[in-house]
């Protein structure tokens, strides 16, 4: 079977597919499936009346979500990892990433094995917004402090701001190396600046939301996002200048009280990182997410 490069001309199908049932998890978007064509071939076929989505690179291929379908015809799952079987030289590289929770069982009747991969940390945006209470005592302090001592402006992203934010996202990646040296989180962000490079380019078409906050006309820290659902909406990349305290509390708090018609704001996982972790806990998230790897057992 022939598949499809993705391009941003398939974003109204793909669009359609994601909307057919209910996501929590924040892969099921298309800007969050589009940025990583920098590092994976994105590849994509209808197949039983779902739309499957693949990612490939030099090491192999898989599945990054589940088929898209109102309710999936079990025969795709088999020719899925067919295909994945016959583009891999090692068939245990054939899997399905990031199955929401509530379909585990149907994974599960394939024989399939589908043990956990990672958490999206899910939190009310009225609380947010507000920052009251005791939990949020820290970051409320922090907030107060920006306020009084900067003058600052809060933008909506521009195309012509792309340049001073990848210039930003150089800055906050070089006081991060200098703090720590794991390669593999090194590695990480600087997948994620190829992405971001991408993600900007094509700004305009992918749906998504954009703030930027100056200080002195250089820009300082940028937000960007997009709608999940109806209830949610996802914080896609938030980058500040780490010496300027209390700016990442200011450009959150600020761009989740615009936010007015959602009721969550996902921030995404951790991506395995206890450091990142305790950032994410202490925004006292209402929910977590689940995402699950569906796969063989006996490769």
Request: contains cysteine; glycine residues 6%.
């Amino acid at each position: 079977m022939r598949l499809k490069e993705l391009s941003l001309k398939d974003k109204k199908i793909f669009d359609r597919y994601l909307n057919l049932t209910g996501h929590e998890l924040s892969v099921y978007s298309f800007a969050n499936i589009y940025i990583w064509k920098t590092l994976y071939q994105v590849k994509w076929q209808k197949i039983k009346g779902a739309l499957c989505v693949f990612f490939l690179d030099k090491t192999g291929c898989f599945m990054n979500l589940a088929p898209l379908a109102k309710k999936i015809d079990p025969r795709a799952i088999t020719e899925t990892f067919k295909i994945m079987d016959g583009l891999n030289k090692n068939r245990a590289l054939s899997r399905i990433e990031n199955i929401d929770a509530k379909d585990i069982a149907f994974y599960q009747g394939f024989g399939l094995t589908c043990p956990e991969k990672s958490v999206d940390y899910i939190c009310s945006r009225d609380q947010l917004a507000k920052l009251s209470g005791d939990k949020f005592k820290s970051k409320r302090a922090s907030y107060n402090y920006f306020l009084k001592n900067y003058c600052a402006q809060y933008l909506p992203y521009s195309h012509h701001q792309k340049d001073g934010c990848l210039e930003l996202y150089r800055l906050w990646q070089q006081m991060r190396a200098s703090k720590c040296q794991d390669k593999i989180y090194l590695g990480m962000m600087e997948d994620s600046f190829l992405c971001l490079k991408n993600f900007l380019e094509n700004y305009a078409k992918l749906g998504c939301v954009g703030r930027v906050v100056k200080i002195d006309n250089q820009i300082k820290a940028f937000s960007f996002g997009y709608p999940l659902n109806r209830d949610t909406f996802c914080i896609l990349y938030e980058i500040t200048d780490l010496t300027v305290k209390g700016l990442a509390q200011f450009i959150f708090r600020k761009f989740c009280a615009e936010l007015k018609g959602f009721r969550y704001i996902n921030i995404m996982d951790d991506s395995g990182l206890e450091n990142l972790k305790r950032v994410k806990l202490s925004y006292a998230p209402v929910k977590l997410a689940r995402a699950y790897i569906a796969q063989r057992k006996d490769v």
